[in-house]
């Protein structure tokens, strides 16, 4: 299991691919970052202060798992991340290449759609339940044009 995120690294000084990031107001850098199961770090990638496109994330995703298959080549490798790194060329590269993903999908009003009901059903067995642990549900659907 790998969990890559990306992290902001603020800088002082004219440092190369130091960007401005609105979000924390500041210049630096944003380094993906990947850890495995076990929360030990495995790799690194210096990088601008800006979201990683699929582009830019599928050579990293590429490295990774060709260095971890050229040492143990019948693993099973699981990436999860959050949802800036769910994107098509992230997702087909994963299919593609017998990885498998778990990606957060940031809301929007036809995801809201899809699990209202869900949610709704959820809240209720929540308020039904002895609230000592967690409710969790699971829904798959497609969305978008057919294979």
Known sequence: MLDIDDTFDAVH?????????AHHGEYGFQPI????GDGCFVGAVLRPAKRPSG?????HLRRLVRAIRSNLP???ILIRADSHYC?????DWCRANDVDFILGVAP???????VADLEASTLARLETSSKTGK????KEFVD???A
Do not use: C, K, W, Y
């Open 144 to 146: 978008g044009p057919p």
């Open 135 to 138: 409710v969790r549900r699971f």
């Open 55 to 59: 582009a830019e994330i599928r050579p």
């Open 33 to 36: 970052v990947v850890f495995d």
């Open 13 to 21: 000084g004219s440092q190369q691919l130091r960007l401005f990031n």
């Open 108 to 114: 929007t009003t036809t995801l809201r759609t899809h």
């Open 87 to 91: 994107s098509l060329p992230v997702i």
């Open 74 to 76: 019948n693993t099973r």
